[in-house]
């Protein structure tokens, strides 16, 4: 019976914490009413960093997935040597700090003086910039693919993993090509987990801050202070004190992020339906 | 405990090793069998070559600039060593204030106690409130668990300026423990858990554990806990690598130097570096970064065995 309660105890309290910020958010914000919705819903620059954001989580992430899947496929059918460790190596980014990444794509980024703009201006590319603001997008994509594809790699081939052999082994029986056994029956078979997968990294997306904020010390100007929307709701919330307007746009994000969630969820539903 | 239990705690290290990389070939399907032209392996290994130089590239110029002075990071080649040999220099100098910002070190033992105590406490509570929601059927159970989804859907990024206000207003701001609380209630590791258990523990095996006559705290602690081991090792895993790289909350919530964790503490510094030339902040930067990949590296690869990746997938598969 302790330990039951323990159990009510620990969820409630839990619930309640939970509860609690929602509840101070919103007493925050019913001084003024919808006032502050009104100027986030028709901020130019927070959906403009909005639409930022999607369109990186958009090259991104089907980028990222098709590198991770690829490689996945690659170590569960064993068609590399060696793939114990190369696994290990891809996994190694997930163990530095965004912060750190961001830090030292930036050095190699570095306008002046970083090793890559100076191979561009050898090869023939003059004042080349990794980090103008053309270029600033593909910049922060390549520095995530570098962060998150030996995760996602990693858990995609657990997903293999589990594929059942003897499916495998029949098709092979049947002398059906391997491009038509990975895309025609493993493919189908781990979809539940790139949804997931696909789920998790638009989350992580629109969340984006630590490397533009990072990435704003090597290149000044390029990073607005509302680039992207966390980053707009930080100088907004804590760097001009505006806090209720703050608080207004998380929720306002929020709403995209539970938004996104719920339709993702619906979408897999649906598909397993279908099957 | 059965037989093969007691034969896996008694090999060694090196057995261990060798058993499971046996069973993993034997478990894979022979790569002759799928009919594929000659080089193919050749090439496929060439590719994962390239990504893996990819990968290692950013930290192999970390690790060789952490060697350098700030004139050489700048004016060297990036991929070759230049002397003089600063890193000593450098790595002393990460536990002086250099440049009144604050001192690395302890930036860095910060880290260590949040993500310890938040990792800890978070397996914990992952640990009881999973097991709970799995093996025992409560009034609210469901309404409980459709608010554990929710906090999963709400990252912590942007719970963090709403609980900045609700800190302001309870005297959490520079409170260590307003940076380790949040930090704890990590809702994945609850759900991690919850499905771990499901899949793990059969009900059977209680339900034999209470006819015995066991108390309820003494089941959860002998029969499940040791059950749940790889999973709860997952929890801390992720929690602890979590609270390690998390950079927005504390970044909102301390003004006060000495609290920093390491990554915020040298966010402070990459923005005073180009402006205060004298102090050498650079060098101290890539040195710096270096330390804190270190022993999350070092951590990953002893607890290696324990991660379950799939974890993450059994959950929302299901």
């Not at chain 1, 191979?119 to 570098?146: E, R």
């Not at chain 1, 790139?194 to 010390?217: C, H, K, R, S």
Request: glycine residues 8%; proline residues 5%.
């Amino acid at each position: 019976m302790i330990v039951f309660t323990l159990f009510m105890v620990v969820p409630l309290a839990y619930a309640i914490y939970e509860s609690l910020y929602t509840t101070k958010l919103i007493g925050g914000t019913t001084f003024s009413g919808f006032a502050n919705y009104a100027t986030v819903l028709e901020s130019g620059a927070f959906w403009g960093g909005v639409i930022r954001v999607v369109v990186f989580g958009v090259i991104q992430i089907p980028v990222m997935l098709a590198i991770a899947f690829f490689f996945a496929t690659v170590f569960d059918l064993g068609l590399a040597r060696f793939g114990r460790i190369f696994r290990a190596i891809f996994f190694i980014p997930f163990a530095v700090p965004i912060v750190v990444s961001a830090l030292m794509w930036g050095f190699l980024f570095d306008p002046a003086y970083g090793p890559f703009n100076r191979v561009m201006n050898a090869v023939g590319f003059h004042n080349f910039n990794w980090l103008s603001a053309s270029l600033m997008v593909p910049s922060i994509i390549i520095i995530a693919i570098w962060e998150w594809t030996g995760y996602n790699c990693i858990i995609l081939y657990t997903a293999l993993k589990s594929v059942p052999r003897d499916v495998v082994e029949a098709a092979i029986l049947d002398d059906t090509p391997l491009w038509k056994i990975i895309l025609r029956i493993k493919l189908p078979l781990v979809r539940p987990a790139i949804v997931m997968l696909v789920f998790i990294n638009t989350i992580g997306a629109l969340q984006l801050f630590i490397e533009p904020n990072i990435l704003n010390n090597y290149q000044a100007g390029v990073i607005t202070t509302t680039w992207t929307p966390v980053l707009d709701i930080y100088n907004t919330a804590i760097s001009s004190g505006e806090y209720q307007l703050g608080a207004a746009m998380a929720v306002v994000l929020a709403f995209v992020i539970v938004a996104i969630s719920v339709t993702s969820l619906a979408f897999r539903k649906s598909g397993r339906g279908v099957r | 405990m059965s037989t093969q239990a007691l034969a896996l705690r008694t090999e060694t290290r090196r057995q261990r090793k060798r058993r499971e990389r046996l069973e993993e070939r034997d478990a894979a399907i022979p790569v002759e069998l799928y009919g594929l032209k000659r080089g193919t392996v050749s090439l496929l290994t060439t590719c994962c070559v390239l990504f893996a130089l990819f990968t290692l590239i950013p930290i192999l110029w970390m690790i060789i600039n952490s060697t350098k002075t700030q004139a050489n990071i700048f004016q060297s080649f990036g991929f070759w060593f230049a002397s003089p040999f600063d890193f000593f220099h450098t790595f002393a100098n990460l536990f002086r204030d250099v440049d009144g910002d604050g001192t690395y070190f302890r930036w860095l033992a910060n880290t260590v106690v949040y993500s310890a105590v938040a990792g800890f406490g978070s397996t914990v509570l992952a640990a009881l409130g999973g097991y709970g929601f799995a093996r025992f059927e409560f009034r609210g159970a469901r309404l409980f668990f459709a608010v554990v989804i929710a906090g999963l859907l709400v990252p912590i990024t942007l719970v963090a300026v709403p609980l900045y206000l609700v800190y302001a207003k309870v005297h959490l701001i520079n409170s260590i423990w307003g940076m380790i609380l949040p930090s704890m209630v990590a809702p994945v590791g609850l759900y991690l858990m919850r499905t771990y258990v499901d899949l793990s523990i059969p009900r059977q095996l209680l339900d034999a554990a209470r006819i015995d006559g066991a108390s309820e705290a003494r089941i959860f602690y002998r029969v499940a806990l040791p059950l749940m081991v790889p999973g709860l090792m997952t929890v801390l895993l992720l929690s602890i690598a979590t609270t390690w790289n998390n950079y927005i909350l504390p970044l909102i919530l301390f003004s006060s130097n000495n609290l920093y964790p390491a990554t915020v503490g040298m966010g402070l510094w990459l923005q005073h570096a180009g402006n205060s030339g004298d102090a050498n902040l650079f060098p101290l930067l890539v040195t710096g970064g270096l330390m804190t990949i270190i022993p999350m590296v070092a951590l990953f690869a002893v607890l290696q065995r324990y991660w379950r990746g799939g974890l993450l997938l059994g959950g929302l598969a299901n």
